[in-house]
C-alpha cells in the first residue's frame, strides 16, 4: 500500500531514556515533517526536511533531533526524554514546487508516547 | 503570527442535519487551505485542500469555501451521518512554508 508508516505505534518509557520513533513514505515526496499533538489535541510543526535537508526547525529542544536519511525516510531521536515530551507524534509528507507546496500532506497513524 | 481558530469546539447533530463548520486565520498571506478529519487514536485524513486563488472545493456531502480576504472558510456537510462523528481540523499553509492547524472541531452525529 501507498502511505506513510510509523514505527513503533506505542511507546512507554521512563524518563531520562533515550528513544527513536521511524517514519518512511512511498508516495515519492519530497518533503517530510515530523509534528507533536499534545493533549489538548493541538497539532504544531516541529521539523519539516526537503530533499534530506532541514527546512524548518520550530524552536524544538535540541534533545530532540531528526534524521533524514533519505528522502523516503524521516526519523526522530529523543534524547533525555521528560515527562512534557508525552504526546502522539505524527509524520507527514508531500510534494513541493517551486511556488510552494503543490499537494496536501499525507500523515502517518502516529507514536503514542507516554513518558513515565 | 499566524493563528488559525475553529468555532464551534464540539458539535452534536442528529443524523440528516445539514451542519457548518467554521474556521478563521489571521493572516491572509497563504498558499493554501485544507480540510482534514481526524478519528479518535488514528491520523489526519486529507477532505479538501482549496488553493489560495480558489473560492470553494466540493468532494461529495462536502463543499469547502475561502474567503482570503476576511481570513475565513468554512466546511459544510450535507445529510450528515453517524459515520461522520470525528474530529475536523482546518489548516492554513503559510508563505513561511508551515502548515499551522487550528485547534478542531468534534463533531458527533446521533443516529
Known amino acids: 500500500d501507498t502511505a506513510v508508516s510509523q514505527t513503533p505505534k506505542y511507546l512507554v518509557t521512563q524518563m531520562g531514556n533515550d528513544k527513536s520513533i521511524k517514519c518512511e513514505q512511498n508516495?515519492?515526496?519530497?518533503?517530510m515533517y515530523w509534528y507533536k499533538q499534545d493533549s489538548k489535541k493541538f497539532l504544531k510543526i516541529m521539523f519539516s526536511?526537503?530533499?534530506?535537508?532541514?527546512?524548518i526547525n520550530e524552536t524544538v529542544p535540541n534533545r530532540f533531533s531528526p534524521k533524514s536519511p533519505d528522502k523516503a525516510h524521516l526519523n526522530l531521536h529523543i534524547n533525555s526524554l521528560e515527562l512534557g515530551d508525552s504526546a502522539v507524534y505524527f509524520c507527514?509528507?508531500?510534494?513541493?514546487?517551486?511556488?510552494?507546496?503543490?499537494?496536501?500532506?499525507?500523515f502517518g497513524p502516529g507514536t503514542r508516547l507516554t513518558v513515565l | 503570527k499566524q493563528e488559525v481558530t475553529q468555532i464551534p469546539a464540539a458539535l452534536s447533530v442528529p443524523e440528516g442535519e445539514n451542519l457548518v463548520l467554521n474556521c478563521s486565520f489571521t493572516d491572509s498571506a497563504i498558499y493554501n487551505l485544507q480540510w482534514f478529519r481526524q478519528d479518535p487514536g488514528k491520523g489526519l485524513t486529507s477532505l479538501l485542500l482549496i488553493q489560495s486563488s480558489q473560492r470553494e472545493q466540493t468532494s461529495g456531502r462536502l463543499n469547502a469555501s475561502l474567503d482570503k480576504s476576511s481570513g475565513r472558510s468554512t466546511l459544510y456537510i450535507a445529510a450528515s451521518q453517524p459515520g461522520d462523528s470525528a474530529t475536523y481540523l482546518c489548516a492554513v499553509y503559510n508563505q513561511g512554508g508551515k502548515l499551522i492547524f487550528g485547534q478542531g472541531t468534534e463533531l458527533s452525529v446521533k443516529p
Open positions: 508516495l515519492g515526496h519530497d518533503t
Open positions: 507527514a509528507s508531500s510534494s513541493h514546487g517551486l511556488a510552494g507546496p503543490t499537494d496536501t500532506q499525507y
Open positions: 526536511y526537503n530533499n534530506k535537508e532541514l527546512i
